[in-house]
């Protein structure tokens, strides 16, 4: 089945740029969204579609999708950015959802 | 505004199965289509399956031989039951609003989540 890779830890400055990367072969044919999940909570979705962003979605947070990479930009990064983000995709082939591993956001 | 709300027991005994009921408010449950999602303590996101409002499902082929999931129109909810639980299937269950189209598949509205132990 369709695997997405991400690294398990991003660390950031804060008002600097985090950039959290989500591998799978061909991704770029597919549609990529992206999720925030604070402890505690539930998952929240910061981008769909590659790049769309949710109403309520700081402008900060942008997406990109070409080759074997989809990439989660958070620019200008505040403490309050500080979670675990999952990149999550449809494979077709096997018609289900999957989920990349997850990456820990620790803003410095 | 829609809001999901998960409800079910939070302590299930090994080999029994698993309920869960998912209730939408704000909103109809005849649009869209209705996941559920896990999360296992310590560890990433899992996607069980979705139902549509007429009952059409899709479950992960991991877990189909346990998974059922149903859809009440009228109480405006959705549910989900897990066979033959063990100690893995521990963890907080998600209940989430779907977009999905040939192209895509997104969950845009989650509910709190509920934690679940097979003990």
């Known amino acids: 089945s369709y695997v997405l890779t991400q690294p398990p830890s991003v660390s950031v400055a804060p008002g600097q740029t985090a950039t959290i990367t989500c591998g799978g072969n061909?991704?770029?044919?597919?549609?990529v969204h992206w999720y925030q999940q604070k402890p505690g909570q539930a998952p929240v979705l910061v981008v769909y579609?590659?790049?769309d962003r949710p109403s309520g979605i700081p402008e900060r947070f942008s997406g990109s999708n070409s080759g074997n990479t989809a990439t989660l930009t958070i620019s200008r990064v505040e403490a309050g950015d500080e979670a675990d983000y999952y990149c999550?995709?449809?494979?077709?082939?096997?018609?289900?959802?999957?989920f990349g591993g997850g990456t820990k956001l620790t803003v410095l | 505004q829609v809001q999901l709300q998960e409800s079910g027991p939070g302590l299930v005994k090994p080999s029994e199965t698993l309920s869960l009921t998912c209730t939408v408010s704000?909103?109809?449950?005849?649009?869209?289509?209705w996941s559920w999602i896990r999360q296992p303590p310590g560890k990433g996101l899992e996607w069980i399956g979705y139902?549509?409002?007429?009952?059409?499902?899709v479950y992960n082929p991991s877990l189909m031989s346990q998974v059922t999931m149903s859809v009440d129109t009228f109480k405006n909810h959705f549910s989900l039951k897990m066979s033959s639980v063990t100690a893995a299937d521990t963890a907080v269950y998600y209940c989430?609003?779907?977009?999905?189209?040939?192209?895509?598949?997104?969950?845009?509205?989650w509910g709190k989540g509920t934690t679940v132990t097979v003990s």
């Open positions: 579609d590659d790049s």
């Open positions: 139902i549509d409002y007429s009952g059409s499902t």
């Open positions: 989430a609003r779907a977009s999905v189209t040939t192209y895509y598949y997104y969950m845009d509205v």
């Open positions: 061909n991704i770029g044919s597919k549609s």
């Open positions: 999550q995709t449809w494979d077709s082939g096997s018609d289900h959802v999957v």
């Open positions: 704000g909103g109809s449950i005849s649009t869209y289509y």
